[in-house]
């Protein structure tokens, strides 16, 4: 044995109690194919099975040499040889960091092994420890994958050596971490600011954020400038997302958080964009029974009402003109920047036909066309364009009631009126049979001069006098 070798035994073995248990160091003489062979300095040297010395890849991690730490099983069995450990001074070890660990409430590390009953198994070095299912996480956990395959840091919250007990909590761990985070965010959290964070869950009205030990709101209608139905279409839970702080409550710890406004309001000069009367393309994003949303550009999108959809048919419903996702044109019919709404039109983007109408005939102009219904105080007639003209009852005969004249006339008749008027802005077109023939009392005005003697038969006479 060398001079050194027994100075550094001597050192190690100062102090120690020779007895089974205790942990002293030895030295590596040899190492074999199924042994480490060590000198403790006691009365004969230890083979250990060398499994107690391969690391995680199977290699033998000594080489003759070495120090190591060895627990005394034995000092003499029965053939007279010293029994020395490396498993066991290594659980020794690993107790007295974790009695430490538990009188300091410090943090120690280790990894899940496996799933029992009510938890988890956790290596903890050379032990093994429970770790409770409600103390995994702040949060319950239903998969454990991301837990697994990582080294992490737990609390011991009981320890009994004796009967080889330890429990453990991650949570107590997580929740220092966020408590710690917690605090740094609030005293620098201001309006305005720009941050990051992950997101935490979905929800019908938005999305929560975790910003660090504290969670912050992101409102549905603060996700992007354009129309969006769930937060899942823009977002998935663990997403990192840069938000903007639009709201803090010190008070009640609550976060407001927009994305949206992370860009510029395409609402800003809408109206200088989108003078009255532009012409324009846009994709339908959404029908419902009073019109169609159309979405000219990212985050602004127009109504077309049902009444601006068809010159002719004002109670068409809106998925019988246009679908989802198509391109139509549309008009610009008002502009309000401060409710930010526009009003679009699809009909003005074709021809009026009641505008055509008048410019293809005045008045007086004879027209033939069917009667497409009749009603208490006219007779509709249908036109080209798909337009109609009202035949008034008065204008249906010189000499005869309207009320009694309009039995002469039915449903899907072809008649000849004339153009008696037409308002393209009110839409309204009126014609007249009886204007087609001349007025009988005038022309028999125009026949007989004033002073002319004439025949008739008296039909009534009272006070006033005679009809004739």
Known sequence: ???????????????????????????????????????????????????????????????????????????????????????????????????????????????????VKGGFTVSLD??????????????????????????????????DQARNNVVVSRRAVVEQEMQEERSALLENLEEGQVITGIVKNLTDYGAFVNLGGLDGLLHITDIAWKRVKHPSEALNVGDEVTVRVLKFDRERNRVSL?????????????ARRYPEKTRIFGKVTNITDYGA?????????????VSEMDWTNKNVHP????????????????????????????????????????ATHQRNDKITGEIKSITDFGVFIGLEGGIDGLIHLSDLSWDREGEDAVRDFKKGDQITAVVLSVDPDRERISLGIKQAQDDPFNAYVGAHSKGASVKGMISSVDAKGAVV
């Open 258 to 270: 927009g994305m949206k406004q992370l860009g510029e309001d395409p609402w800003a000069d809408i």
């Open 126 to 159: 050379e032990v093994r420890a429970f770790l409770p299912g409600s103390l995994a996480d702040v949060r319950p956990v239903t998969d454990s994958a991301y837990l697994e395959n990582r080294e992490l840091e737990f609390k011991v919250i009981k320890l």
């Open 1 to 115: 044995m060398s001079e050194t070798f027994e100075q550094l035994l001597e050192e190690s073995l100062k102090g120690s109690v020779m007895q089974t248990g205790a942990v002293i160091s030895a030295e590596v003489v040899d190492v074999n194919g199924d042994y480490v062979v060590v000198n403790a300095g006691l009365k004969s040297e230890s083979e250990i099975p060398a499994t107690q010395f391969r690391d995680a890849d199977g290699a033998v991690s000594v080489q003759i040499g070495d120090f190591v730490e060895v627990a005394i099983e034995a000092l003499e069995d029965g053939f007279g040889n010293t029994r020395l450990s490396r498993e066991r001074a290594r659980r020794a070890k690993s107790w007295e960091t974790l009695k430490v660990a538990f009188e300091n409430e410090s943090v120690v590390t280790g990894f899940l092994t496996g799933k």
């Open 319 to 358: 998925n019988k003109v246009c679908h989802l996702g198509d391109e139509v044109e549309v008009m610009v019919l008002e502009v309000d920047s401060d409710r930010r709404r526009i009003s679009l039109g699809m009909k003005q983007c074709t021809g009026n036909p009641w505008e055509e109408f008048a």
């Open 293 to 305: 949303f159309v979405e000219l550009e990212e985050g602004v999108e127009g109504l077309v009402h």
